[in-house]
């Protein structure tokens, strides 16, 4: 896996810019594509760009894949997807959950979010589907996702260091922290404001 990456890493390195704007390209296409694998994307801009560049791009890649997806879940298919489920009420599973997303708060949507372990696939298509306004998803999905891109660059730098400082720990939960007090914030200017 290790030998890999770094042909990769050196492949989109010998392209120079267009090789970065390929590495940013693919970030995106992992939101539409999940079975691409985001940690590797998030370690090679990292190691072309450097951390503060590779984390930005990283992240902005990500929040815009994201937003993609939920608006064309949105605007195209969830029309048929409600017509479909009229259809076969087995399925209303699918309704209870696109109900579940319209309740969710930001700072616990934030939260889900931001996990390296959810699938964002799901979530983004759920919320396209359910009743959530997009600005409150796309606040949660801002501070998701920096939380969760810098939790892949710490680890994908500190990897030794992670197992054997508990300082780093620290530093993962306090991002964790950190990520549902901005929830928390923006989910008030949020309720002010939408």
């Known amino acids: 896996m290790e030998a890999v990456l770094n042909d990769v890493i050196n492949f989109i390195y010998s392209l120079g810019l267009?090789?970065?704007?390929?590495?940013?390209?693919?970030i995106f296409v992992e939101a539409i594509f999940p079975i691409l694998p985001?940690?590797?994307?998030?370690?090679?801009?990292?190691?072309?760009?450097?951390t503060l560049l590779g984390?930005?791009?990283?992240?902005?890649a990500t929040i815009l894949g994201g937003s993609f997806v939920?608006?064309?879940?949105r605007r195209v298919f969830k029309e048929k997807v409600f017509k479909y489920l009229d259809k076969h009420p087995k399925y209303k599973i699918v309704r209870?959950?696109?109900?579940?997303?319209?309740?969710?708060?930001?700072?616990?949507l934030s939260l889900i979010i931001a996990c390296p372990f959810t699938p964002s696939f799901v979530i983004n298509i759920g919320g396209g589907l359910s009743n959530i306004n997009f600005?409150?998803?796309?606040?949660?999905?801002i501070i998701g996702k920096f939380c969760m891109i810098y939790f892949i660059v710490f680890i994908g730098t500190n990897v030794v260091e992670v197992f054997?400082?508990?300082i780093a720990i620290i530093k993962i939960v306090l991002a964790f922290v950190g990520?549902?007090?901005l929830s928390v914030i923006a989910n008030k200017i949020t309720q002010k404001y939408i």
């Open 18 to 26: 267009i090789g970065g704007i390929v590495s940013v390209f693919l």
């Open 38 to 50: 985001l940690i590797a994307f998030v370690i090679v801009n990292i190691t072309i760009f450097g």
């Open 55 to 60: 984390f930005v791009l990283s992240s902005t």
């Open 70 to 73: 939920f608006m064309l879940s």
């Open 96 to 108: 209870s959950i696109s109900k579940g997303i319209d309740k969710i708060s930001l700072p616990g």
């Open 135 to 141: 600005r409150k998803y796309l606040a949660s999905m």
């Open 164 to 166: 054997h400082n508990p």
């Open 179 to 181: 990520a549902y007090i």
